[in-house]
């Protein structure tokens, strides 16, 4: 089994279960970037080489072998030009999303199968469960830490081949486990930001990394009345108050980013509430395929408890979402995943 370890808590252990288990496993950590690569100069120290190196460790204290696996060039295509050019585009993009789907469960799994490795082995919190000749894709146990809304674009083939061995675990008993085996990153914390955005800074990242500064424009009304002037779309998200700039005499939100006409429409936030979208590259995991409406739960942002939709499909990779109650703040780019309980019944992207 080819174990993807990032240094963190969770792959560590995830490791340690399998080899638990009587499993030959082999220990890997994808290099995604190079420092040029994200605006770090070539004399700083990476956070991701200690990464590296508690993932190594880990895998030594185990007794398993280890290799870094250079994804580079794939990850700066696949995952850092998608997430710029979808905010250039005013998109709200998830790379971590992007991540699994082109990195983890693409080009890991093929190079398990290259290497005549059985499956994969990542730190998620998740299940997948076999059921009527079908792979399912569940919440984890533990849901206050549940990962199956970053999966959602999980093939059956992909999830034949993957194991996730937390799934049943909660973060404590990771821990426990962690420290218990006297792992280096026992008490590492979580990583919260995007891993190529050091400082969170999204638009200084993108001005940076493409050599070009984004251009100020109109913030608008709903009406088209000019309020006044914004620093860059790529600085703003729907749903966002904060960092405006302005003063109104009510509090005024990001509505929309138009980039045609370089504006940003603010408003007020009652008129942030929405019942429908559409979505596309939808990818069916719980059925092959719908043909009619269907009833079923959906979430339009990761930390979202899910809310009752009608979902229509329209083509064969795109849906009409239709929620029974307006949702606050639906952001293109964003992703929408749709539950039965706790399967994903499949996910796209909201458009």
């Known amino acids: 089994m080819l174990i993807a370890m990032s240094g963190g808590v969770d792959s560590s252990v995830?490791?340690?279960?399998?080899?638990?288990?009587?499993?030959?496993?082999?220990?890997?950590?994808?290099?995604?970037?190079?420092?040029?690569?994200?605006?770090?100069?070539?004399?700083?120290?990476?956070?991701?080489?200690?990464?590296?190196?508690?993932?190594?460790?880990?895998?030594?204290?185990?007794?398993?072998?280890?290799?870094?696996?250079?994804?580079?060039?794939?990850?700066?295509?696949?995952?850092?030009?998608?997430?710029?050019?979808?905010?250039?585009?005013?998109?709200?993009?998830?790379?971590?999303?992007?991540?699994?789907?082109?990195?983890?469960?693409?080009?890991?799994?093929?190079?398990?199968?290259?290497?005549?490795?059985?499956?994969?082995?990542?730190?998620?919190?998740?299940?997948?469960?076999?059921?009527?000749d079908r792979y399912l894709l569940k919440k984890a146990a533990d849901t206050t830490k549940d990962q199956s809304y970053v999966l959602?674009?999980?093939?059956?083939?992909?999830?034949?081949?993957?194991?996730?061995?937390?799934?049943?675990?909660?973060?404590?008993?990771?821990?426990?486990?962690?420290?218990?085996?006297?792992?280096?990153?026992?008490?590492?914390?979580?990583s919260q930001d995007i891993c190529f955005v050091r400082d969170g800074d999204y638009a200084g990242f993108i001005e940076n990394y493409t050599n070009t500064e984004c251009q100020s424009g109109d913030f608008v009304d709903t009406h088209g009345n000019i309020l006044g002037r914004h620093k860059g779309i790529i600085r703003y998200t729907v749903g966002q108050r904060r960092g405006i700039g302005l003063s109104f005499d009510s509090p005024m939100y990001v509505l929309s980013k138009c980039t045609d006409n370089n504006t940003v429409t603010l408003c007020q936030g009652d008129e942030l509430y929405k019942k429908s979208f559409d979505a596309d590259g939808f990818n069916w995991i719980a059925i092959s395929a719908a043909d009619a409406p269907m009833r079923t739960k959906a979430k339009i942002r990761y930390n979202q408890v899910e809310q009752w939709a009608t979902v229509t499909p329209t083509g064969e990779d795109t849906v009409h979402v239709e929620f029974d109650q307006p949702q606050r703040a639906i952001a293109k780019g964003q992703a929408v995943v749709l539950y039965d309980g706790d399967i994903v019944v499949g996910g796209g992207v909201i458009k």
């Open 152 to 190: 959602y674009s999980m093939t059956q083939r992909q999830l034949s081949r993957t194991v996730f061995p937390l799934g049943e675990l909660c973060k404590s008993e990771v821990r426990r486990i962690a420290a218990e085996q006297g792992f280096i990153n026992a008490d590492k914390g979580d």
């Open 14 to 132: 995830a490791a340690y279960i399998m080899k638990q288990r009587g499993c030959d496993c082999i220990g890997v950590t994808m290099k995604l970037f190079d420092n040029e690569d994200i605006g770090m100069g070539s004399d700083k120290t990476c956070c991701s080489l200690a990464d590296t190196q508690d993932a190594r460790n880990v895998a030594c204290s185990m007794d398993m072998p280890f290799y870094v696996l250079n994804f580079a060039e794939d990850f700066k295509k696949q995952v850092i030009d998608r997430f710029v050019s979808a905010y250039q585009k005013g998109a709200t993009p998830n790379p971590c999303i992007d991540c699994n789907r082109y990195m983890k469960f693409e080009k890991l799994l093929d190079r398990a199968e290259q290497l005549g490795l059985d499956c994969i082995v990542t730190g998620h919190y998740a299940r997948i469960e076999y059921s009527d």
